[in-house]
């Protein structure tokens, strides 16, 4: 092989193993990100729960005054 064969070989790994270490940081960055995903659906959930609980308390509690008026 010529040296300049082997030099663009070298060159061409360099590039992968950069490539691959970028890939590997991504990786552990959307790990992170998924993590973080799932503390927000948990807390959104949670939300929700809170959200319908308050409306079906909003909700009795005008029926319960209607009822209060008709009687």
Request: hydrophobic share 50%; glycine share 2%.
């Given at each position: 092989?010529?040296?300049?064969?082997?030099?663009?070989?070298?060159?061409?790994?360099?590039?992968l193993?950069?490539?691959?270490?970028s890939?590997?940081?991504?990786k552990?960055?959307?790990?992170?990100?998924?993590e973080?995903?799932?503390?927000v659906?948990?807390?959104?959930?949670?939300?929700e729960?809170?959200?319908?609980?308050?409306?079906g308390?909003?909700?009795?509690?005008?029926?319960?005054?209607q009822?209060?008026?008709?009687?």
């Open positions: 092989m010529s040296s300049e064969t082997k030099s663009y070989e070298a060159q061409m790994l360099g590039q193993i950069k490539n691959a270490e890939i590997a940081v991504v552990e960055k959307l790990s992170v990100v998924e973080k995903l799932t503390k659906e948990a807390t959104a959930n949670r939300a729960w809170w959200l319908r609980f308050i409306a308390a909003v909700v009795l509690s005008f029926f319960k005054e009822l209060i008026s008709f009687f």
